[in-house]
T-cell receptor, first 117, second 112 residues
Framework: NAGVTQTPKFQVLKTGQSMTLQCAQD?????MSWYRQDPGMGLRLIHY???????DQGEVPNGYNVSRSTTEDFPLRLLSAAPSQTSVYFC????????????????FGPGTRLTVT | SQQGEEDPQALSIQEGENATMNCSYK?????LQWYRQNSGRGLVHLIL?????REKHSGRLRVTLDTSKKSSSLLITASRAADTASYFC????????????FGEGTQLTVNP
């Protein structure tokens, strides 16, 4: 299994541009989530999904959209990039075979380092 | 707001010493997890402790949970230079639905 993959690894955007960060997992996990990590800080939850067709907002959803059309993929869209969105973005998944997401180990991708100028 | 808060923010020790990190949280939880992050990498799961458990061990790791104090501690015994990393706790609150929230982490440096 490749686990959780993220593309691209690095991206530079200009203010106002839009882009999609890709996340895919091959473990048939129901739960997927996106976090951002700013320097010296922990992870803040952007959006999450408990299964195909179901998404919900996390702590910092503004400026980001998600969709979950398949179990495998959970792309994160930046609608109009701003310098405040400069960060490292992590995608994670877990089985969520009943119970709460914290009942299971989270599998993280390697991250996408985004700079908005 | 962040559910978990780690303490201390930074810890520097010598190889062979034990390292203790603490995590406090604000509301009742179902589960608490600890993760490690090496510089520039993704997070790696270390250990999960459920709200009805008080202590768990995994190799050189020992995690305790005190729900009355809303706190957890991670002990790494006989530390090695390779343990140098950031350590995060994550909780899913009893009232936070399907969210798993992370603290700001403890940066551990183990000097050879």
């Amino acid at each position: 299994n490749a686990g959780v993959t993220q593309t691209p690894k690095f991206q530079v955007l200009k203010t106002g541009q839009s882009m999609t960060l890709q996340c895919a997992q091959d473990m048939n996990h129901e739960y997927m989530s996106w976090y951002r990590q700013d320097p010296g800080m922990g992870l803040r939850l952007i959006h999450y999904s408990v299964g195909a067709g179901i998404t919900d907002q996390g702590e910092v959803p503004n400026g980001y959209n998600v969709s979950r059309s398949t179990t495998e993929d959970f792309p994160l869209r930046l609608l109009s990039a701003a310098p405040s969105q400069t960060s490292v973005y992590f995608c994670a998944s877990n089985p969520l075979a009943g119970g709460s997401p914290g009942s299971y180990e989270q599998y993280f991708g390697p991250g996408t380092r985004l700079t908005v100028t | 707001s962040q559910q978990g808060e780690e303490d201390p923010q930074a810890l520097s020790i010598q190889e062979g010493e034990n390292a203790t990190m603490n995590c406090s949280y604000k509301t009742s939880i179902n589960n608490l997890q600890w993760y490690r992050q090496n510089s520039g990498r993704g997070l790696v799961h270390l250990i999960l402790i459920r709200s009805n458990e008080r202590e768990k061990h995994s190799g050189r790791l020992r995690v305790t949970l005190d729900t009355s104090k809303k706190s957890s501690s991670l002990l790494i015994t006989a530390s090695r230079a390779a343990d140098t990393a950031s350590y995060f706790c994550a909780t899913d609150g009893a009232t936070s639905g399907s969210r798993l929230t992370f603290g700001e982490g403890t940066q551990l440096t183990v000097n050879p």
